[in-house]
C-alpha cells in the first residue's frame, strides 16, 4: 500500500499567484511557511522554519486567491509531486511541491469569525461540483447551491494545535526512540 499525503498549517508569504496554462485551466500558487520549536539539551527554546510552495488547480484556486492574502493561516490538504525540466543552461532542474487536494481558510483578518461570501461552491475537491460561472465539473452536471458561511472550515485562532491531544502524547519519551 502506497500513501502520498500532507497537511500542512502555516502562514502565506506573500499573496497567491494566479495564471492560466495554455489550455485555459487556472492554476494558483501559495508560497507558504511552517515553523516548529523545541528545547534543546540545555532546556534552550530552538525553532525551525521551512517554506512551502502549493499549487492549487481550478476552483479550488480561484478560491484560495480570492480569499487568502499573506500572513493568512490556512491548512492545506494535498500530495507531495516533484517535476524536473532542463534550463536553458542545458541542466537538470528539479521541484517538489504540495498539490492543494482541500484547504481550510484561516481566521479573518480583523478577529472575524468567517463570515465569507457565500459564492464559495466547495472547498474539497472543487472540480466535481459547478464553478461561479455556472459551468459544471467534470464529474458532476448540475449546479449545486453555495455553502453556507457557517459550513465553510474555519481554523480558530484561539485553539491550540495540540487540541484533543493529551499531554503525554505530545513529549517524546527517550525511551520510546527507536535507536
Known amino acids: 500500500m502506497n500513501l502520498n499525503k500532507v497537511y500542512l498549517i502555516g502562514r502565506l508569504t506573500q499573496d497567491p499567484e494566479t495564471r492560466s496554462t495554455t489550455s485555459g485551466q487556472s492554476v ?14 540545555s532546556g534552550g527554546r530552538k525553532d525551525a522554519t521551512e517554506y512551502h ?34 534550463g536553458k543552461d542545458n541542466v537538470k532542474r528539479y521541484v517538489t511541491e ?16 468567517g463570515n465569507y461570501s457565500s459564492e464559495v461552491t466547495d472547498i474539497k475537491n472543487p472540480s466535481t461540483y459547478s464553478t461561479s460561472s455556472g459551468q459544471a465539473g467534470s464529474e458532476r452536471g448540475s449546479s449545486l447551491s453555495p455553502v453556507k458561511d457557517a459550513d465553510i472550515p474555519i481554523i480558530d485562532e484561539n485553539e491550540p494545535m495540540n487540541a484533543g491531544v493529551e499531554e503525554d502524547e505530545m513529549s517524546i519519551k527517550e525511551k520510546d526512540l527507536p535507536f
Open 53 to 86: 510552495t502549493v499549487i492549487a488547480w481550478s476552483r479550488l484556486g480561484e478560491i484560495a486567491s480570492q480569499y487568502l492574502r499573506k500572513g493568512g493561516l490556512v491548512m492545506i490538504e494535498g500530495r507531495l509531486q516533484t517535476r524536473n525540466w532542463t
Open 28 to 41: 494558483t500558487t501559495l508560497r507558504m511557511a511552517t515553523n516548529r520549536v523545541w528545547k534543546d539539551l
Open 98 to 113: 504540495i498539490i492543494a487536494e482541500s484547504l481550510q481558510l484561516g481566521p479573518k483578518p480583523g478577529g472575524g469569525q
